[in-house]
């Protein structure tokens, strides 16, 4: 059963940091993967963050770029966002999701708010 769950989530101040992570099942970290972060912020479209596959190879959206690096631990069936810097545009609900398996996780808030 393919399974993620996003963790790490909540409520900072502007210039605050958070590490999401994004845990998933054996059968997703057991073969080759891209584990993709993407954010949802109220009235506004779903916005690709970050992507990581299992060979290490990935990158970050220009609008996070410098703040926000992805990185992973394949022992623990992880991969992190973590994001510095933050300020409240970087207000939304964090997904993370498997390209190869369609499989997404439940998502976790972020509030950035003085």
């Known amino acids: 059963q393919v399974q993620l769950e996003e963790s790490g989530g909540g409520f900072v101040q502007p210039g605050g940091s958070l590490r999401l992570s994004c845990t998933g099942s054996?059968?997703?970290?057991?073969?080759?993967?891209?584990i993709q972060w993407y954010r949802q912020a109220p009235g506004k479209q779903r916005e690709w963050v970050a992507s990581?596959?299992?060979?290490?190879?990935?990158g970050v959206a220009k609008s996070v770029a410098g703040r926000f690096t992805i990185s992973g631990d394949n022992s623990l069936k992880t991969v992190y966002l973590q994001m510095n810097s933050l300020t409240p545009e970087d207000t939304a609900v964090y997904y993370c999701s498997e390209v190869r398996s369609g499989a997404w996780g439940q998502g976790t808030q972020v509030t950035v708010s003085s």
């Open positions: 990581l596959s299992r060979d290490g190879t990935g």
């Open positions: 054996e059968s997703v970290f057991s073969m080759y993967y891209i």
